[in-house]
């Protein structure tokens, strides 16, 4: 009878393992640096700076490579206070199309300096938070330029493209 018992406590651990685990192995990656490239995903930043930091914007711009990851269709980003830990979302998700510029006011990074970029399978997965793609920065990094107009922002980027293709 003890046998019996624990084949069947073993039978409801192994299922209440296998309920318990995620339907797909989430991947987080620490982006680091201004220009970076992963699983179809690539990252440039750039600062474009104004007469004060409440005038100057950082440009994040994201290009997807749909051969590459053809399953990513949704992302957001969120901001994240590395030591309370308070997180709020900068959108709400939006379609990940090939290519997305996003402008921040630079002293949106004074409090919530870290940016936490998701990427999700479809819009179920984006509505249950379940991203398929995490890229994480603890701050705006360090190698990114500040430029001084639009026209410099946008030959940096078509510049570091090239570069990193």
């Known amino acids: ?3 019996v018992l624990g084949i069947v406590a073993g039978l409801v651990l192994i299922i209440l393992l296998i309920a318990g685990r995620p339907a797909f192995a989430a991947t987080e990656i ?3 640096d201004s220009s970076f490239r992963s699983q179809g ?3 440039l930043w750039a600062i474009l700076k104004g007469a004060s930091e409440e005038a100057s914007f950082v440009h994040i711009r ?3 490579d749909k051969a590459a990851a053809p399953g990513l269709r949704f992302y957001r980003i969120e901001a994240v206070d590395p030591f309370s830990k308070e997180r709020a979302w900068v959108g709400k998700g939006e379609p990940l199309g090939i290519v997305q510029t ?3 006011i ?3 990074f004074r409090d919530k300096t ?3 970029l998701h990427f999700y399978e479809d819009r179920e997965s984006l509505e249950k938070g379940q991203a398929a793609l995490t890229i994480f920065y603890h701050g ?3 190698t990114a330029p500040e430029v001084l107009t639009e026209a410099e922002l946008e030959a940096y980027l078509v510049q570091v493209l090239s570069r990193i293709k």
Do not use: C, N, Q, Y
Request: glycine content about 4%; hydrophobic content about 40%; proline content about 4%.
């Open 41 to 43: 995903i690539t990252i």
């Open 1 to 3: 009878m003890s046998k």
């Open 114 to 116: 870290e940016r936490w």
């Open 30 to 32: 620490h982006g680091a």
């Open 62 to 64: 994201i290009f997807h």
């Open 102 to 104: 996003l402008k921040i």
């Open 106 to 108: 630079r002293t949106d």
């Open 140 to 142: 705006v990094p360090d």
